[in-house]
């Protein structure tokens, strides 16, 4: 009889946990400088968050900030949209973040790591603790 060194619910828990705490590692929104007037002329944003001045948010892809739209790809639909300057209040841009991207690969290695040092531990110690097969 083999047992088992985790419930496998459990081993896919602990596994989709230290997965998501990976995810965000990579990339982070940063407000751009002052309004979206005082942007017009930055280059083209790959991905940017317009929070409205009623609080709700528009992610484009590929925006381009004019003096009197923001344009971009809807993320969702990827239909061409523009929203007018004057009802943006601010735009974030998603930035990548290469040190924490090092950091969270190597956050993985260390942690897969352990990990098969534990399983492999684990199974010695339940196989060597099995009682020996006995022949009839």
């Not at 925006?63 to 974030?92: C, F, L, W």
């Not at 930035?95 to 969270?104: N, S």
Request: aromatic fraction near 4%.
């Amino acid at each position: 009889m083999r047992h088992p060194v985790a419930p496998p619910l459990s081993r896919r828990v602990l596994c989709v946990l230290l997965l998501l705490t990976h995810a965000g590692a990579c990339s982070q929104w940063a407000r751009l400088p002052g309004t979206a007037e005082d942007n017009v002329c930055a280059p083209q944003i790959h991905r940017a968050r317009l929070v409205m001045q009623d609080g709700s948010e528009v992610i484009l892809r590929d925006a381009q900030i004019r003096p009197d739209s923001i344009v971009g790809k809807n993320v969702r639909t990827y239909e061409r949209h523009a929203v007018p300057t004057a009802n943006v209040a601010y735009v974030d841009s998603r930035l990548g973040w290469t040190q924490r991207t090092a950091g969270g690969i190597a956050g993985l290695a260390v942690v897969g790591a352990v990990s098969a040092l534990v399983v492999v531990f684990t199974a010695r110690v339940f196989t060597s603790a099995a009682p020996a097969p006995t022949t009839h």
